[in-house]
């Protein structure tokens, strides 16, 4: 499962070089017209590629985190919860949670105080949810747009 979401986020990620350089394209002579409504599909597609690609790099760190608890020796308490935290941070430590929407995975103690395994999770969560309002506004500016060359087209017959 770990190799389908890293693999997930190499496509995603490949998307959405290939839309961001159709959103480079755009400046170039030549380009499609209406441009401005091309312009905004094809940002609206990079975004939806760069969402999903951060989306899947954290949750192939969170599935990463679940496969590690309990697979083998020394799996117990999960291994994120334990590696790279001084021993005041780990002290009474009892089991973990984790979460796929929103990311994280999350160290419980014994007496319920939480401490994340890792930071990087809230930068994807707020990339993932800000990058998929761009897209929505995008998208929405993209009918307001053909909307907008709907009507003078209409007004000037």
Known sequence: ????GLGLFAICAL?????ATGVVAMAFPGRPEPWAVHLLRR?????????????????SGVLLSE?????GADSI???????GFDAETRQGLSHHRSSYLPL????????????SSEAGYVWMNWATAS?????????????YATELRARKTAAVS
Not at 104 to 115: A, E, G, H, L, N
Request: glycine fraction near 8%.
């Open 1 to 4: 499962m770990l190799l389908v």
């Open 15 to 19: 998307g959405a070089l290939i839309a």
């Open 43 to 59: 940002a609206a597609a990079a975004a939806v590629w760069a969402a999903v690609a951060v989306y899947s790099l954290g949750l």
């Open 67 to 71: 496969h590690e608890f309990g697979n």
């Open 77 to 83: 308490p999960a291994p994120a919860c334990r590696d």
């Open 104 to 115: 994280r995975f999350d160290c419980v103690r014994d007496d319920s105080t939480v401490y």
């Open 131 to 143: 990058l998929a309002l761009a897209a929505l506004l995008l998208v929405i500016g993209t009918g």
